[in-house]
């Protein structure tokens, strides 16, 4: 027998004993599962948590039927009417729920934003700009309240969303 035959004999009864005994310890290198993507911020993910800094949404008020207001300031937030009637109001915002069922809006009508409302109006507002070139400069001014004239009575609902 030449020696070619030998060696190549031995290599496969080596490699043959090899695997029988020591395959078990081994293991499987092969991968099972996918590589996690990189962290990406979620809804309960935060880069600073601040409990309790959100402004909180009260409920709504009692409810009213058929009141009618004339050239006053009210506030929206917690109001709750129905069939009401508002001439020349300027209405105060702030961020909170509102219901206005079947309501008449006649004269001029202001919307004064507050606080939170205020923010919103802000932050949206620099969002809005991110898209479109160039960027703003410096702060963002707190929007102005606008008079928005009506020349006949409009009906309408105004519901907030919960």
Known sequence: MS???IALGSSIIGLSIML?????????HTSTRAQSPSPRPSSGTRFVDAPGLAPSVPPLGIAVTDVGLKGVAQQLDGLNCEKCTFTDVVFEYAGGNFRCVDCTFTGS???ILKGAAA?????L???QSLNTPPAPKGTIPVPQPRVIPIDNSVQADWISPK
């Not at 923010?119 to 932050?123: I, K, P, R, S």
């Open 20 to 28: 029988t005994f020591l395959w078990p310890f081994l293991g499987n």
């Open 109 to 111: 009508t202001r919307l």
């Open 125 to 127: 507002r620099l969002f």
């Open 119 to 123: 923010n919103t109006a802000v932050m």
């Open 3 to 5: 020696k070619t035959t």
